[in-house]
C-alpha cells in the first residue's frame, strides 16, 4: 500500500511539474508556447492559420517538434471568437472544433478556453510599466474596471471586474456593435460602406481590413480609382505618400478614439483603457500625435469624466499568455 501511496505521489508530482501548453489562436495567426512549471514560458512558435485546414494539423506541427519528455499535460486556448458551449467556430477564420474532443484527442487533463480578448483582459494586472506607453492624462482607480480592446484581423472588446478579491474577466463582441459616425464626411464613409455591408459595425473600419475599406472609400469620395494595398501599406506613411494613405490612418485613429470612449463609458472603466492588438504598437509615433485622445474625451456633459480614465498601448506581444496563466489551478 506504502508503494502504491509513493507511485502515485511521484506521477502526481511529474503532472504537476509537466507544461502546459498556451495558444492564442487568432484569425490570421496561432501562437503558441509552453508554460513551465517553474513559470518560464519555451518554446514560442506562430504559424499562419491559412496554411492549415483546422487546428488539429496546426497543433500536430507544433507538437511534433516538441521532445517527448516535455509534451504539455494540459492546455488553455485564447481564440478570436465566442465560446459558446463545447463548440468553437471562429468568425473571421474557417477552424471549428470541439472542446471535449481535442481534449480527449491529444489526452490533456484540462483544456481551458475563452475569448481571446479576455485572455488579454486577464493579464493586464501583471503587466509591468515599460509594458505600456501611456496616451493623454488621467490615472486610474484602485481595483475599478478596467476596459481592453485593440484593432487587428478583427476588432476586440472586453472588460476586467475586480470582485471578491478577484479579477473576473467580461467577454463579448463589442467590435460588432454598430459604428457611429462624428461628422459629415466620417458618415460618407459608412454610406459607401452600407452599400456594400449593410450593417456597418466598428470592426468594418477599426481593424486591418477596415483600414482597407476606409481607404478604398476615400478614394471614392475623391474620384480616383484605389490601388491594391494592404494595410502596413496604408499605414507606411511617408512624404508625398498617397494623400488618402495619410487621411485613411488619421481618420482611423480618431474613430478608434470615440469607440474607445464609447466602451470606456459602457463598462464605467476608471481603471484605464488599454488598447492592444496587432496594429497600433507598429505605428505607436504617429498614433501618439494623432485625434485619438482628444476623440476619447470628446463627450460632451461626461468630458471631465471621460479626462479622468487613463488610456494605454500595451506594447508587450502575448499578453494572453499572462490571462491564460491563470486559468490553472496549481
Not at 24 to 43: C, K, M, P, S, Y
Not at 146 to 175: D, F, S, Y
Not at 300 to 321: Q, S
Request: aromatic letters at 10%.
Amino acid at each position: 500500500m506504502a508503494q502504491r501511496g509513493a507511485r502515485w505521489q511521484r506521477t502526481r508530482l511529474k503532472t504537476m511539474r509537466a507544461p502546459r501548453l498556451l495558444a492564442d489562436i487568432g484569425a490570421t495567426n496561432v501562437h503558441f508556447a509552453l508554460w513551465q512549471w517553474n513559470g518560464e514560458i519555451t518554446r514560442p512558435q506562430s504559424l499562419r492559420n491559412l496554411d492549415y485546414d483546422n487546428i488539429v494539423d496546426a497543433l500536430d506541427v507544433y507538437l511534433g517538434g516538441v521532445p517527448s519528455d516535455e509534451l504539455p499535460t494540459a492546455a488553455a486556448f485564447a481564440i478570436a471568437a465566442p465560446v459558446i458551449d463545447d463548440r468553437v467556430q471562429m468568425i473571421n477564420a474557417p477552424w471549428h472544433f470541439s472542446i471535449s474532443a481535442l481534449q480527449k484527442q491529444y489526452g490533456w487533463t484540462a483544456l481551458h478556453t475563452l475569448n481571446d480578448f479576455a485572455a488579454n483582459a486577464l493579464g493586464v494586472p501583471a503587466l509591468k510599466a515599460d509594458d505600456v506607453v501611456k496616451i493623454g492624462d488621467g490615472a486610474p482607480v484602485d481595483g475599478a474596471t478596467i476596459a481592453v480592446l485593440g484593432p487587428g484581423t478583427g476588432l476586440g472588446v472586453a472588460g476586467l471586474v475586480r470582485c471578491g478579491g478577484k479579477w473576473t474577466a467580461i467577454a463579448g463582441e463589442g467590435g460588432h456593435a454598430t459604428l457611429a459616425p462624428m461628422d459629415s464626411r466620417e458618415a460618407a464613409i459608412i454610406d459607401i460602406l452600407r452599400r456594400q455591408y449593410a450593417h456597418v459595425s466598428a470592426e468594418r473600419v477599426l481593424s486591418g481590413p477596415g483600414l482597407v475599406n476606409l481607404y478604398d472609400s476615400l478614394c471614392e469620395l475623391a474620384g480616383k480609382p484605389a490601388a491594391p494595398l494592404t494595410p502596413d501599406r496604408i499605414t507606411d506613411l511617408y512624404p508625398g505618400c498617397d494623400p488618402q494613405c495619410r487621411e485613411a490612418v488619421m481618420m482611423f485613429f480618431g474613430m478608434l478614439g470615440t469607440f474607445a470612449g464609447s466602451v470606456a463609458i459602457t463598462f464605467g472603466a476608471q481603471g484605464g483603457v488599454y488598447v492592444m492588438g496587432g496594429i497600433i504598437p507598429q505605428v505607436l509615433g504617429t498614433f501618439m500625435q494623432s485625434s485619438f485622445r482628444e476623440r476619447f474625451e470628446f463627450r460632451g456633459r461626461y468630458r471631465r469624466y471621460m479626462e479622468a480614465i487613463p488610456t494605454y498601448v500595451v506594447t508587450r506581444p502575448n499578453v494572453a499568455f499572462l490571462g491564460l496563466q491563470t486559468l490553472f489551478d496549481d
